[in-house]
């Protein structure tokens, strides 16, 4: 029925929306923080689950961890991120596709 047009649709949905919060909020709403916000909701769609890591995570550590696409793996770097409190950089120092071991 759209023929193509729901994606031009959405993407100016995020733009709209992203203007209307940077106005009423101020900096650090512009699209691309929505898209990550959009991409939180993906990934872990339970909403307990995002505040659980909200107060053991940096926001820079879940949006790296967002985009691990292996459930497994993306759970095994929140449970080490989350037990060693590895800061952010020391976490990019040694990236998921390198540490993590399957059997």
């Not at 923080?33 to 959009?38: A, D, I, K, S, T």
């Not at 107060?55 to 879940?62: E, K, Y």
């Not at 949006?63 to 060693?84: G, Q």
Request: glycine share 6%.
């Amino acid at each position: 029925m759209l023929k193509g047009e729901r994606g031009a649709y959405g993407e100016q949905v995020v733009r709209t929306v992203a203007l209307q919060l940077t106005s009423q909020y101020g900096r650090g709403w512009g699209e691309k923080q929505l898209r990550h916000c959009l991409r939180v909701a993906e990934t872990f769609p339970d909403e307990q689950t995002v505040s659980a890591l909200r107060g053991q995570l940096s926001w820079t550590h879940i949006k790296t961890l967002m985009y691990l696409d292996d459930a497994t793996k993306r759970d095994f770097y929140i449970e080490l991120c989350r037990l060693c409190c590895a800061t952010h950089e020391e976490f990019l120092l040694h990236p998921p596709r390198t540490r993590y071991a399957t059997r």
